[in-house]
């Protein structure tokens, strides 16, 4: 696993690549909507590795393991919470398989869905469930965790604990929030990835933010107060519910690639895609770098 000092110097060249959407490419490929998409991957695994070998094809230095909600409290769905550090390693070595000269990170996210993630009282229930996922990750042979589209900053605290128990040093955090910098909690978003970095944070950031002319600017504000890597991980722009009653995403990846050259002129240094990307985005986004 790389350490904090080992990622950073990873960032002198210049923008580090990640990848972009997951879920939304995998039901083009076929994963019917509502399934448990870790369940799905195990059983049609070469959809995800033909997915992430195109990444790594269009410029992305960077895959996120599938893991986004394999965490035992949301794998309880499917009878799988026993198996938690299972599908995890798994699932790593999956995404490894698909690029092998790409760093792997272990993905992790928000909890509101299955329990009250912004009360203290739910603290313990956390950091047990990100523990136990991480415990997984790190079987699989993760470089890195990726914690994304965080709500709350208890959220990112119990991942910090989690980790800390897990002896894993180097974590990306970022949070879904609102154009003006604000968290959807309502607390100023500068404030709260300050104090993660002061904890120990190797990035942070945003994602699932929808892509357009206040990107940058957003990039902007947190560099004023930040002092270390700034992450955007935009979506492709805001979505449109289609006859399929799906959401589609009108920004073409040349329009998006434009937007995040101007965020990484703003200071964020680690860029990748969202919601309604694919890897015609990570390519346009190399190129507009270039």
Not at 76 to 81: G, H, P, S, W
Not at 85 to 90: D, F, G, S
Not at 271 to 279: K, Q, R, S
Request: aromatic fraction near 6%; charged fraction near 20%.
């Amino acid at each position: 696993m790389l350490t904090k000092e080992e990622f950073h110097q990873l960032l002198k060249d210049g923008p580090l690549l990640l990848d972009g959407a997951t879920g939304s490419n995998l039901q083009k490929a076929g994963m019917p909507r509502g399934c448990c998409t870790e369940q799905w991957i195990l059983d049609n695994p070469q959809a995800l590795t033909d997915l992430q070998r195109q990444y790594a094809e269009a410029g992305s230095r960077v895959l996120y393991a599938p893991t986004f909600q394999a965490q035992p409290i949301a794998l309880e769905r499917e009878n799988l919470a026993d198996r938690t550090e299972e599908v995890n390693a798994r699932l790593v070595q999956l995404t490894r398989s698909a690029a092998p000269g790409c760093l792997v990170a272990g993905n992790l996210t928000t909890l509101a869905t299955f329990t009250d993630s912004f009360d203290p009282e739910n603290f313990d229930l956390l950091v047990e469930n990100y523990s136990r996922q991480i415990r997984g990750l790190v079987d699989g042979g993760v470089d890195l965790l990726a914690a994304e589209t965080l709500m709350y900053p208890l959220e990112a605290e119990a991942i910090l604990t989690a980790a800390e128990l897990e002896g894993v040093g180097t974590v990306m955090y970022s949070f879904t929030m609102q154009p003006d910098g604000a968290l959807f909690s309502g607390m100023d978003a500068s404030k709260v990835l300050s104090e993660l970095e002061d904890a120990g944070a190797a990035a942070v950031g945003f994602n699932c933010v929808a892509a357009d002319l206040f990107t940058a600017g957003l990039v902007s504000k947190l560099k004023r107060r930040l002092k270390g890597p700034i992450l955007c991980k935009p979506n492709a722009g805001i979505p449109v519910i289609g006859p399929d009653n799906l959401p589609h995403y009108p920004m073409e990846p040349e329009e998006f690639a434009g937007i995040l050259a101007d965020c990484a002129q703003m200071g964020a240094s680690i860029l990748g895609g969202c919601c309604g990307t694919d890897p015609r985005f990570i390519a346009a986004v190399k190129h507009a770098l270039s």
